[in-house]
């Protein structure tokens, strides 16, 4: 692995989604995306419309997937989890027509207030998430753009830093050949 010829690329990518995670921004939008998701799950018993089993299923199932898919219970690489926040935006505009959508007589004043504020939160939630994805590949595309094309940044940034951790670039005998490297 150590020569790959993008191994510096990769290593920038995987820092960068690990930063921001640890951002305060990153760490609310799914804090509160996760909290919505539950809710959303819980919502037929806590707005009291049980009553209703078409209404109450469709919201525990939306609820726990909008909760996984937004907090990164389907991926451990932030930026691919979050750029898959528009589907939290689908969730959430369906979870605001579910009461019209859904069949059976569901649209009561509970069921169609609780399901528009929850579902608004969601799609708030989801095109910030998106938006915190897109500044960060837009910020990763801006600095190949500044450094150049991939193969000639990984060659620049292997000649101007000795360390072992550079890719293999043909001038010297890979560590695994055995060769002494001069």
Known sequence: METHPDILEMRSRHEKAERATSTVAGQ????????????????????????????????LIVGIAYALLMSGGFG?????????????????????????????DVDTTKTVVNNV?????????????????????RGEHGERGER???????QRAASREGDRNAP??????????????S
């Open 168 to 181: 293999y670039q043909g001038d010297r005998n890979a560590p695994y050949e055995g060769g002494s490297g």
């Open 117 to 137: 504020i929850v579902g608004a939160i969601a799609v708030v939630l989801a095109i910030a998430a998106s938006a915190i994805a897109a500044m960060g590949a």
């Open 76 to 104: 451990r690489a932030w930026e691919r989890t979050h750029s898959m926040a528009w589907a939290g935006c689908a969730l959430g505009v369906w979870t605001i027509i579910a009461p019209w959508a859904i069949s059976a």
């Open 148 to 154: 150049g094309r991939r193969g000639e940044r990984g």
């Open 28 to 59: 609310a939008i799914e804090a509160l995306a996760l909290l919505t998701g539950v809710y959303l799950a819980i919502s037929p018993w806590v707005a009291g419309f049980i009553s209703f089993p078409t209404l109450t299923v469709n919201n």
